[in-house]
Nanobody, 125 residues
Framework: VQLQASGGGLVQAGDSLTLSCVAS????????MGWFRQAPGKEREFVAG????????TYADSVKGRFTISRDNAKNTVYLQMDSLKPEDTAVYYC???????????????????WGVGTQVTVSS
């Protein structure tokens, strides 16, 4: 499985940015997808997850109301729309693919099985 994230960059506080992640190697539409991030000196943290059909979405409290996860199964792509960005959103963002159809709230790493190379998001104040 290969996961290629893109769309990161340097923006100002309050701006918007959309990340994309294209997956290959498995039937994309069968699996949950997630976005995670890791800021310098901090542990990797969950940002958002989406079930195989897109019908179920889960967000970290820190991004609820500002970030939106979506997917296009025809394009094997998952997106993260980030609005009202804050300096504390600065991190390397990673997309991941689950081992099943739904995000697991009780498993380590929310049930993610495959990880992509991250894309840097920097938000200046």
């Amino acid at each position: 499985v290969q996961l290629q994230a893109s769309g990161g960059g340097l923006v100002q506080a309050g701006d918007s940015l959309t990340l994309s992640c294209v997956a290959s190697g498995r039937t994309f539409s069968n699996y949950a997808m997630g976005w995670f991030r890791q800021a310098p000196g901090k542990e990797r943290e969950f940002v958002a997850g989406i079930s195989w059909t897109g019908g179920r979405k889960t967000y970290a409290d820190s991004v609820k109301g500002r970030f939106t996860i979506s997917r296009d199964n025809a394009k094997n792509t998952v997106y993260l729309q980030m609005d009202s960005l804050k300096p504390e959103d600065t991190a390397v963002y990673y997309c991941a693919q689950g081992g099943g159809s739904f995000i697991s709230m009780t498993s380590g790493d929310y049930g993610m099985k495959f990880w992509g190379v991250g894309t840097q998001v920097t938000v200046s104040s």
